[in-house]
């Protein structure tokens, strides 16, 4: 079984200030990861997954996320927010044999303060 | 299609009422997911169909919940006799491969189902 831990669920920062949304999980096989975003009233958009290689994925909206092994972490994280990235996040998890059975965490809302 | 659609986008029942979710799946896409969203809450698998054939059922919470795909496109999931508890949004999502590395899920936007 696997398991998904994101321990803040709101997260207010002002406009062009640096963030960081932590995600943890759990699996006892390895795994794939991946952080979506959902805009109020819509489906999730994937904004990054990582597979395998580099650590340090980039992904759209200049988002990225660092897969630490050691530390069971995937934290995304962006330089300078923009009013327009308010929304929640989920972070998720799936293993890297099979299909593709996803596990998502609770979600993070992003509040960007203008 | 250019997106996974999703009917209707809100649907009230009276509690004890059978209520039908259809989703539309990107065309050609061979995998669909249904996730159930409670308020505060990330999405739960539900069940997992390949073309028509439903793979994994694990996630549907009771046999009040019955998904189907017969041709392998358009699938509904049907939840009878709801419940409060069952007010949620669910989310349905496909992808164009059969769980192979990288695919990627794409969600549509849900139907809220409220419960009264």
């Known amino acids: 079984a696997q398991s998904v831990t994101q321990l803040d669920s709101q997260v207010p920062v002002f406009e062009e200030a640096p963030v960081e949304l932590r995600c943890n999980y759990s699996?006892?096989?390895?795994?794939?990861l991946f952080w979506y975003v959902q805009y109020p009233n819509q489906g999730l958009q994937l904004l990054l997954k990582?597979?395998?290689?580099?650590?340090l994925v980039k992904g759209i909206n200049g988002f990225e996320a660092e897969f630490n092994k050691s530390q069971t972490s995937f934290h995304l994280r962006k330089p300078s927010v923009h009013i327009s990235d308010t929304a929640e996040y989920f972070c998720?998890?799936?293993?890297?044999?099979?299909?593709?059975?996803?596990?998502f965490g609770t979600g993070t809302k992003l509040q960007v303060i203008p | 299609g250019a997106g996974v659609s999703q009917s209707p986008r809100y649907k009230v029942a009276k509690r004890g009422q059978d209520v039908a979710l259809r989703c539309d799946p990107i065309?050609?896409?061979?995998?669909l997911f249904w996730y159930q969203q409670a308020l505060g809450q990330g999405p739960e698998f539900l069940t997992y169909?390949?073309?028509?054939?439903?793979?994994?059922k694990s996630g549907l919470p009771s046999d009040r919940f019955f998904a189907e795909r017969p041709e392998g496109s358009v699938s509904t999931l049907k939840i009878q006799r709801t419940q409060q508890e069952d007010s949620a949004v669910y989310l349905c999502?496909?992808?164009?491969?059969?769980?192979?590395?990288?695919?990627?899920?794409?969600f549509g936007p849900g139907t809220r189902l409220t419960v009264l």
């Open positions: 699996s006892s096989v390895s795994v794939y």
């Open positions: 998720a998890v799936r293993n890297s044999g099979g299909y593709q059975k996803v596990t």
């Open positions: 065309s050609g896409h061979v995998s």
């Open positions: 999502a496909s992808s164009s491969n059969q769980g192979l590395v990288g695919d990627t899920q794409y």
């Open positions: 990582y597979l395998s290689g580099s650590t």
């Open positions: 169909f390949q073309n028509e054939a439903q793979l994994d």
